[in-house]
């Protein structure tokens, strides 16, 4: 069997040829590895690993980006599979942040993720998790736009342009720590299955013949999971979804198509109602939470702090290999970097902008792209648009529900990023098409072997583009002290270094912990380590205990430099407490 890519970019298999001796089961598998599907995954997982590198080189021990958000969201995880063998209706209510209830609200849930939280027990698992699920969260949004450019009408090497930028853009390697950011392929997935269900292409536009309502379904049910694994992104995915359905209404209305099927009809109704359901139940501890502190919907104020200035699209982050050196003057000059600096690579800004007069797309399905792409970038910028975002961002913020629970417009760039890719994607499949017009007019020149390389060349510069310097910090080792304490437990310092480090430590086990780290602070959390700053005092030891903590561990190797610097020296006879040392740790048992 042989697999190439053809002059004209197509996927060439050449027939399979079996002896008598064959049997069906080999033909079968060897037809289903010939497949472009198939090749597809498979090149998307490989790929993943390399671009990643050196994430499954150590698994176990280190963790992409630092020690902070990625050891909180390798406990999200690990909760979720704990929380759905325990009970799923306790889901919500974490051991973290005792004594707090819905805590898995504070942040986006990645429930999504929960079931792999179900294979694997304590720490250790944990990070390997994370670590699969992070090279995982890359192969799925290279495949997803992939499978959406093909679906559309973009050859393989158009498909393969978009996927690779869609999959590893720059501005990606900022959240090397954020796997709730990095999970986009639910979105180009579920794009290109609702797509193939509806029998919609860009080169034929739709096509009743080609309806097929069990793609449709898998389109809608890949939506919802998309929803599960947070708001942050699923918010405005769903509004896209919204827009979408919208104008096809409208367009079916106005005779535009020709009538809908009435079993793709009942398919749109019953996705769209589980779609709808899933929002509804992953939204009700998120209202909860709203109702209980008036204060946690973000405001303009926050969105100001967030917003990235329109130069911001043309900066790549430090993590970045080729532009992360040159680009550190200018970074200097966002106030929060790592939000701000939004490259979507210039490789890809270029063909996208190559795909205006070149493109295997129409003329006027390349103007919307242009609209809609102009569009996500001005709502990108918050108040950083025209009129401080009045008109744009801001102005959806005040009247669209739940994007008053998004401080980040920036993050918007998905959108403008897979837009461009699938503007390149039609300039590169432009290409392939006169390539194969070239080579069947002069097959055996070298003319037709310049053809073949320069289909490699636009594949080649967006890798190149795409390579990063993404740190691999160790996990920092659970303290023996940790193990089988009487819980509540508070772990001192209690702050955004040590927190996420504790909840990750708290995977063994899961006893109930006073210790928490997200996006959301509850009011309890601020007063308790103001109360635990004088620990071990009188004051302190009632506070607690009023509060149900158990046990006080106290990690000497963290303290210094924290207000709780002097807990491990000072004298605590006469207060009710025992006291002994585990380790490099102490623990008080109050």
């Known amino acids: 069997m042989t697999i190439r890519i053809g002059i004209g970019g197509a996927l060439e298999i050449e027939k399979l040829r ?70 799923p209706e306790g889901i919500w209510d974490t051991n973290a942040f005792f004594p707090e209830q819905k805590s898995l609200a504070y942040s986006d849930s990645l429930l999504g993720y929960a079931p792999l939280g179900l294979v694997g027990f304590g720490v250790s698992a944990a990070v390997v998790r994370y670590n699969l699920l992070y090279i995982l969260a890359h192969a799925l949004a290279f495949l997803g736009a992939y499978f959406l450019t093909r679906q559309l009408g973009a050859r393989i090497p158009g498909a393969m342009v978009a996927g690779l930028a869609f999959g590893y853009a720059p501005w990606r390697l900022a959240h090397g720590g954020h796997l709730n950011i990095l999970s986009t392929g639910g979105i180009a997935l579920a794009l290109a299955m609702l797509a193939r269900g509806h029998g919609f292409t860009f ?41 979408i359905g919208l104008v096809a209404v409208i367009g079916a209305l106005g005779g535009r198509r020709p009538s809908m099927p009435r079993r793709m009809l009942i398919s749109d109704l019953a996705g769209a109602t589980v ?24 405001t303009v104020a926050d969105l100001g702090i967030f917003s990235p200035p329109l130069r911001g699209m043309l900066i790549a982050p430090s993590e970045s290999w080729l532009w992360g050196h040159y680009h550190r003057e200018a970074r200097a000059t966002l106030a929060f970097p790592p939000e701000m600096a939004l490259l979507p690579g210039f490789v890809l800004i270029g063909l996208a902008l190559a795909g205006l007069g070149l493109s295997t797309w129409r ?24 009129a401080k975002g009045e008109y744009g961002y801001v102005f959806l913020f005040w009247h669209l529900p739940g994007l008053n629970a998004i401080r980040t417009p920036g993050r918007l760039v998905v959108w403008v990023t897979l837009l461009l890719a699938i503007l390149a994607a ?67 310092p209690s702050d955004g270094t040590t927190d996420p480090a504790v909840m990750l430590w708290s995977t063994d086990g899961f006893p109930r912990i006073v210790n928490g780290s997200s996006g959301f602070s509850p009011a309890s959390q601020p007063e308790i380590r103001a109360a635990s700053a004088s620990f071990p005092s009188t004051e302190s030891i009632a506070y607690l205990r009023a509060r149900g903590v158990r046990t006080v561990i106290v990690l000497r190797d963290r303290i210094p430099g924290t207000p709780w610097r002097s807990a491990s020296s000072k004298p605590s006879a006469g207060l009710g407490v025992s006291r002994r040392d585990v380790g490099s740790a102490v623990v008080f048992t109050l």
């Not at 939506?223 to 918010?235: D, H, P, R, S, V």
């Not at 779609?275 to 709203?290: D, E, K």
């Not at 399905?365 to 648009?385: D, E, F, H, K, S």
């Not at 070239?438 to 310049?450: D, K, T, V």
């Open 18 to 87: 079996f002896s008598p001796a064959d049997t069906k089961a080999p033909r079968r598998l060897q037809r289903a590895l010939a497949h472009e599907w198939c090749a597809a995954v498979v090149a998307s997982l490989l790929l993943a690993v390399a671009m990643t590198w050196p994430t499954a080189r150590d698994t176990a021990t280190t963790i992409p980006q630092d020690v902070y958000d990625p050891l909180l969201q390798a406990w999200q995880i690990a909760w979720g599979g704990h929380a759905l063998a325990a009970g």
């Open 275 to 298: 779609f709808a359901g899933t929002i509804a139940a992953m939204a009700q501890p998120y209202l909860q939470l709203a109702k209980k502190y008036p204060t946690a919907p973000r």
């Open 363 to 386: 003329p006027s399905t390349r103007l919307w792209l242009v609209g809609t792409t102009a569009l996500a970038g001005y709502l990108a910028l918050g108040t950083q648009a025209w």
């Open 203 to 243: 080169r034929d536009g739709y096509s009743a013949g080609r309806v097929r309502p069990g793609w449709i379904m898998a389109g809608w049910a890949v939506a919802a999971w998309q929803i599960t694994l947070g708001f942050g992104l699923g918010i405005p995915f769903g509004y896209v979804l919204l827009v």
């Open 426 to 492: 039609g300039a590169v499949s432009a290409l392939c098409d006169r390539a194969c017009a070239i080579a069947e007019r002069h097959p055996l020149s070298r003319r037709g072997a310049f053809v073949h390389l320069a289909m490699i060349v636009p594949l080649l510069l967006i890798t190149f583009e795409s390579l990063n310097v993404t740190p691999h910090p160790h996990v920092p080792a659970t303290p023996a002290a940790l193990r089988a304490m009487p819980a509540p437990v508070l772990v001192l």
